[in-house]
């Protein structure tokens, strides 16, 4: 398992909370792995092809997000920073299969 501290993601009571920092107008939609911010907080890096215009790329981001962890979009929220480039977005089910599903994909070796 990897160092709590150095993931953008956490548990919570409904499930777990992951730090994003998203790029509009990316020219793909991808999930670009982890990076570390200048004041050492962790996000993961997410391009989309959508205008952050009228909430178009925080579209793009849910359905991203959803179509690669397997989840339906109504399960995945936005709960802090909508009009910002650093979001958090919220995942609701089953911590431990989220946590797994994270850390296989995004861990740092």
Same mark, same amino acid.
């Given at each position: 398992m990897s160092d709590p501290a150095a993931d953008p993601w956490r548990e919570t009571k409904e499930g777990i909370a992951l730090s994003v920092r998203l790029t509009p107008r990316g020219g793909r939609d991808a999930l670009d792995g982890v990076e570390t #911010?200048?004041?050492?907080r962790s996000v993961l890096k997410a391009r989309v %092809? =959508? =205008?952050p215009t009228e909430g178009e790329a925080n579209a793009a981001l849910i359905q991203l997000l959803a179509k690669e962890f397997r989840l339906s979009r109504s399960q995945l929220s936005i709960v802090a920073g909508a009009s =910002? %480039? #650093?979001k958090t977005v919220a995942f609701q089910g089953e911590a431990k299969l989220l946590l797994a599903a994270l850390e296989a994909r995004f861990a740092r070796r």
């Open positions: #911010l200048a004041d050492g %092809r =959508a =205008a =910002a %480039r #650093l």
